[in-house]
């Protein structure tokens, strides 16, 4: 955890001894500090303030990441508005907790984020650019951010953290912005304090961001067939879900009526897409007092069975938490 | 219960639907309805239309019934997993665009139903469907 306020770094430290005594936490009040420590031995997770002496929370953010790329940030800040961390956080790879926030919600964040690396670190997204954006809009900054995709780039130059200039090929200022908020990836660096070649931007960077978002649902629901996964990610997610699951059943049951399982299974799906907010793969979760079940299901690969005892909660948190995991595999 | 009160129930009814669905970000609907006759109290919904919402209804409790839901239970008892019999009374669905969370109320009179976008996080989900249950379970 990183946060140049003293105590909350020591009462943190203080709480997760006491409720987490298995997890290792190393509070900084320097950001330096902490980035060396991060290079010497990468945590699991990195809390990160916005607003920090020396290098604030993005400059962190992306230098970590450049030592850990798939590393989970949890950014602890007061946020612009609801509607633009809402639609932030349904993209990005960054947690965000407003100040002041309670420990538990805390907890449950780095829980979350604990159970999901549990075999499936590698699933975790790069960061995404309306991450940073935000975060360096909410850090009053001022410079540069500049992107490389392949070979292609882009910037976006914030002024005071209101996003003045971008520029991406021949493209300048909001249709810039849109095109590169589009990408999925690439470097990113910053070049603080870099003065804007022009002012092209006039619109507040949250409408930016909404905007940009919308366009992002719109060129994703465009998308819906490329976005199909393959074939060889359905062999995967089984996998996956046998590995976290630890003990619970997993069963690759193919829909072909072969036995009374795939029989039973294709009979409960095919009812499963009659409901509305069902069309095509989906999966379906079920559960009672003492037992959970969760049927994965494709048109064309089959179905993923997986069971498990959820008659205690973080069994139930697991169970759920492998499944969610398992379906961001499957569809990215 | 008159015409008029009945209105009155379910536009009062409508109205926490309504501040429950608006409180949560990411959600898009939410409806209370009877398990009995799958007749809805009480709904509000964005981007979802009742004809739709009155579906889902009848869809989610039809599957809750589902014998052939018993049957893969049935089967994966066999092959030693899932353990004990209790009905299911809690179903979520999630595809690439929505998520659905229902739970049927402690006497088995209600469904509450929670319609979200599909990236809202399940443990989001649960909670808030469980919250409106407690919220909606003296009053419905």
Known sequence: ?332 | MSGESGSTRRAELDAICKDIAISGEGALAFAVAETESGGILGFHGEKIAPSEMSQTVKGVLALLRNPDVARVRAALLDQGGIPGSEPFQELRLVTASRGLYAKVSGDGRRLFLLVTEASVAPGWGWKEIRSAQRRLESTV
């Open chain 1, 1 to 332: 955890m990183v946060d140049d306020e003293e105590d909350l770094v020591w009462i943190t430290s203080k709480q997760m001894a006491r409720t987490r005594p298995e997890i290792s936490f190393e509070g900084f009040l320097d950001p330096i500090e902490a980035l060396e420590r991060i290079k010497q031995a990468p945590p699991d997770v990195l809390i990160s303030d916005v607003q920090m002496p020396a290098m604030n929370g993005i400059e962190l953010l992306i230098a970590a990441r450049r030592v850990v790329p798939t590393l989970p940030v949890i950014i602890i800040t007061a946020f612009g508005t609801s509607e633009v961390r809402h639609e932030v956080m349904k993209r990005g790879s960054v947690e965000y907790l407003e100040k002041p926030f309670s420990f538990s919600a805390l907890l449950e964040v780095v829980d979350r984020i604990l159970a999901a690396r549990t075999g499936f670190s590698g699933s975790i997204s790069l960061p995404m650019l309306p991450d940073l954006v935000q975060i360096y809009a909410l850090s009053a900054s001022s410079g540069a951010l500049r992107i490389d995709r392949g070979g292609e780039t882009g910037a976006i130059w914030f002024d005071r953290g209101q996003v003045v200039h971008a520029e991406k090929g021949e493209l300048l200022g909001e249709e810039a912005f849109y095109s590169l908020i589009g990408w999925q990836g690439g470097r990113f660096w910053l070049e603080k304090g870099a003065v804007p070649p022009g002012r092209t931007i006039t619109d507040a960077w949250q409408t930016l961001l909404i905007e940009g978002c919308r366009r992002l649902d719109e060129a994703a629901a465009k998308d819906v067939p490329a976005a199909e996964p393959a074939i060889q990610d359905w062999a995967v997610i089984s996998r996956l879900l046998r590995e976290s699951l630890n003990g619970a059943q997993v069963l690759d049951v193919p829909l072909d009526g072969s036995s009374p399982l795939s029989e039973a299974v294709k009979a409960v799906t095919a009812q499963a897409r009659e409901i509305p907010a069902v069309t095509g793969r989906a999966v379906l979760e079920l559960s009672g007092t003492v037992n959970g079940m969760a049927v994965i299901w494709d048109e064309k690969s089959g179905a993923v069975v997986a069971s498990d005892d959820i008659s205690s909660r973080p069994s139930l948190t697991r169970f759920r938490s492998a499944i969610e995991s398992g379906v961001r595999s499957l569809w990215p």
